[in-house]
């Protein structure tokens, strides 16, 4: 083999390696636009009671937790979270916000009813009133109302939209500057070669590399447990971060699979001007 040939291998093999490199920024690009541009993607997690039924039983715990080291009855704290008033509140506060709408919580109803239910324990009972520290009262509600709307604006939920829009704008103009590139590498490999069939090769090994790249990704989140770094707590959050998660990744599982079909196409071509050569 002659030194310009070597010469030559080597540069189409480094365009090959940077055509492989563009296909994952172009797949990376996309999963992102695919991601955060369908709106029911989160919508559709979020209307789902295995997220909400779990986050009233965590505001529970807290405020239960709460109200024990206020030295106030644990009970007045049962039936207000998981209600049907203050799930709709919450329904309707956290798809505004996902929406990117800038609604406010409405808390008037947590501060009422945990109010009620204390009055009507202490009836029960036949505690006095006279017994009651307004002040203390009053500064344990607030406190109360705080651990629902911070539980309510966790993470992803209050920043989704502006998270949206911060990385759609990127991620069109790394979709567009990677398919400029493969143009590019292209071009490049016909001025080289001169010869469709050496460009369909080379391009064949630069799908094949991105094959096991989108494929190594995918199992290093499915089988391996990789994450994306997202520390979620408590466990409502974490399954809306799996969920996003899974289908972040599961979009490079189907893209291996569309870049293999892909090679197989460009193979096929291969075959089919190799043999309209030898007739």
């Not at 002659?2 to 797949?27: D, P």
């Not at 009836?123 to 109302?145: F, K, T």
């Not at 080379?202 to 520390?231: D, K, M, P, Q």
């Amino acid at each position: 083999m002659t030194r310009t040939r070597i010469y030559r291998r080597t540069i189409l093999t480094i365009i090959a390696g940077v055509m492989t490199i563009s296909l994952f920024v172009l797949t990376l690009s996309a999963a992102v636009l695919i991601q955060f541009g369908i709106e029911n993607i989160a919508l559709g997690k979020v209307t789902d009671e295995d997220y909400y039924l779990p986050q009233s039983e965590t505001i529970t715990e807290r405020v239960r937790d709460l109200t024990g080291r206020c030295q106030l009855p644990e009970e007045i704290v049962t039936g207000v979270f998981d209600s049907e008033e203050i799930l709709a509140f919450t329904k309707a506060y956290t798809m505004d916000r996902l929406r990117g709408f800038d609604s406010s919580l409405q808390t008037d109803a947590v501060f009422e009813r945990l109010r009620a239910n204390l009055y009507n324990y202490m009836e029960e009972h036949e505690i006095s009133m006279a017994s009651l520290d307004m002040d203390a009262l009053n500064s344990y509600l607030n406190q109360a109302v705080s651990l629902y709307t911070q539980a309510v604006n966790s993470g992803l939920v209050l920043h989704y939209h502006d998270i949206r829009l911060s990385v759609l704008r990127p991620s069109i103009a790394g979709a567009a500057a990677a398919l400029l590139l493969i143009v590019c590498c292209l071009f490049f490999m016909y001025r080289i070669t001169g010869m469709r069939r050496k460009v369909l090769s080379y391009t064949i090994r630069a799908l094949l590399a991105e094959v096991l790249l989108c494929t190594a990704y995918a199992l290093w989140h499915f089988i391996g447990g990789g994450s994306l770094g997202n520390g979620y707590s408590p466990g409502y959050m974490a399954a809306l971060y799996g969920h996003f998660e899974d289908f972040f990744f599961l979009q490079f599982a189907a893209a291996a699979c569309l870049w293999l079909l892909a090679a197989a196409g460009c193979a096929i071509a291969m075959e089919f001007i190799r043999h309209r050569r030898k007739k």
